[in-house]
T-cell receptor
Framework: DTGVSQDPRHKITKRGQNVTFRCDPISEHNRLYWYRQTLGQGPEFLTYFQNEAQLEKSRLLSDRFSAERPKGSFSTLEIQRTEQGDSAMYLC??????????????FGPGTRLTVL | DAKTTQPPSMDCAEGRAANLPCNHSTISGNEYVYWYRQIHSQGPQYIIHGLKNNETNEMASLIITEDRKSSTLILPHATLRDTAVYYCIVRNSGYALNFGKGTSLLVTP
């Protein structure tokens, strides 16, 4: 069973450019989560999907951030008009959620974004 | 979700047991205790979770006190590769994991 994969692993961009990250969850996992981690801090939740439905997005950091999971499989996170403060590790996790029980999230390796 | 308190750092000699404490005095009855760790520049790695009973898997043991207000993660024979930041997270059936700052464990030769 392959784990969560993320692409690219590293991204360097100039301020004002748009960037898109991809996450491929563990096969058959119905939930997919995005987190952001800045230096010295723990990961911070951004948004999540149950299948293709985005069920929570109020914690996306600004309207420059958006995420999609069009067919309920892979997901993309886009940041428009990047700022230097967006420099961070962006983490994706997936889980298999079943009614009435807790789901365990498994994380990918992350995409490290550097905005110059 | 209940708040957790962990020591910022701990040391452990290689080969000895590492006991990482976590306080979660406001935990409610339906909240699970999860442990993750993060080795430098990698994604968090799931270790173990529990509700009321003690749990053991191939990586670690989780001891939860009877009143559920605290827990201890035990790595029975720590190796250098166990050097990482360890996060104790209390979670109900909600979606997000609320990571704090965790405990930075240093395993020394």
């Amino acid at each position: 069973d392959t784990g969560v994969s993320q692409d690219p692993r590293h991204k360097i961009t100039k301020r004002g450019q748009n960037v898109t990250f991809r996450c491929d969850p563990i096969s058959e996992h119905n939930r997919l989560y995005w987190y952001r981690q800045t230096l010295g801090q723990g990961p911070e939740f951004l948004t999540y999907f149950q299948n293709e439905a985005q069920l929570e997005k109020s914690r996306l950091l600004s309207d420059r951030f958006s995420a999609e999971r069009p067919k309920g499989s892979f997901s993309t996170l886009e940041i428009q008009r990047t700022e230097q403060g967006d420099s961070a590790m962006y983490l994706c996790a997936s889980s298999l959620a079943r009614w009435g029980s807790t789901d365990t999230q498994y994380f990918g390796p992350g995409t490290r974004l550097t905005v110059l | 979700d209940a708040k957790t308190t962990q020591p910022p750092s701990m040391d452990c000699a290689e080969g000895r047991a590492a006991n990482l404490p976590c306080n979660h005095s406001t935990i409610s009855g339906n909240e699970y205790v999860y442990w993750y760790r993060q080795i430098h520049s990698q994604g968090p790695q799931y270790i173990i979770h529990g509700l009321k009973n003690n749990e053991t898997n191939e990586m670690a043991s989780l001891i939860i006190t009877e009143d559920r207000k605290s827990s201890t993660l035990i790595l029975p024979h720590a190796t250098l590769r166990d050097t990482a930041v360890y996060y104790c997270i209390v979670r109900n059936s909600g979606y997000a994991l609320n990571f704090g700052k965790g405990t930075s464990l240093l395993v020394t030769p």
